[in-house]
């Protein structure tokens, strides 16, 4: 039998021991309960202009094609001032190079432009009380109604107001390049315009 010293070092071990797993830090003071944020994830900010892509790409239509169906659909219409058809091509042409970059109307055939576009607004002329009125053109787009009826009675003041960026950047384009002088463009949502405008008559083709 082997006596073992007191201060024999091999009397002195102990088992090993297991390493603690570290806790974990609960990103919090201790002894506070943690309480789930119910705080919701930023959203992106949506793109106002993502339905302006441009929904057809082709060539323009000659100015004489569109001239054509212009003295088409008025041909039985009076009055029709000296040079306004002519205003109308300009508008037509610019509206219809325009729109393979931006989506501003979905009327193509320059036959169904004259008609539903420039006659429709032509006859509206005809019966809103223009003369030295201010006139608002809600939602503006491709500048329907306000620009023919600005081209049709010079003595009154159109103002076309447009919330969509790339639609308000066409109308400022068309105003300047046609030199349309008694129209103007504003980019605003309608309800926010209309209280301070001043107007005395509001016209629209569609608001959405």
């Known amino acids: 039998m082997v006596s073992r010293s007191p ?40 793109d106002p202009d993502k339905d302006l892509e441009p929904i057809w790409e082709g060539p323009v239509p000659s100015r004489q094609v569109i001239m054509g169906a212009l003295e088409t659909a008025f041909a039985a219409e009076t009055g029709v001032p000296e040079g306004y058809l ?12 325009w729109n393979q970059r931006v989506n501003l109307t979905s ?26 009125r201010k006139v608002l053109d809600l939602g503006s787009g491709g500048g329907f109604p306000g620009i023919p009826l600005a081209l049709a009675e010079p003595n009154c003041s159109v103002t076309l107001c447009e919330s969509r960026g790339r639609r308000v950047r066409f109308l400022e384009a068309a105003v300047e390049s046609m030199g349309v002088s008694n129209a103007s463009v504003v980019e605003a949502r309608g309800e926010d315009y209309l209280g301070g405008a001043g107007v ?9």
Do not use: F
């Not at 205003?87 to 509206?95: F, G, N, P, Q, S």
């Open 7 to 46: 201060l024999d070092p091999t009397s002195m071990q102990s088992e090993p021991k297991e390493p603690e797993e570290p806790e974990e830090d609960q990103g919090g003071p201790v002894g506070e309960e943690l309480v789930p944020s119910n705080k919701p994830e930023p959203k992106e900010a949506e």
């Open 86 to 97: 002519g205003r109308c091509a300009d508008h037509a042409e610019l509206l219809l190079d």
């Open 107 to 132: 009327i193509l055939s320059p036959e169904d432009m004259a008609v539903k576009h420039y006659l429709d607004c032509w006859k509206a002329a005809r019966l809103l009380p223009l003369l030295g």
């Open 200 to 208: 005395d008559v509001v016209v629209t083709r569609a608001l959405s």
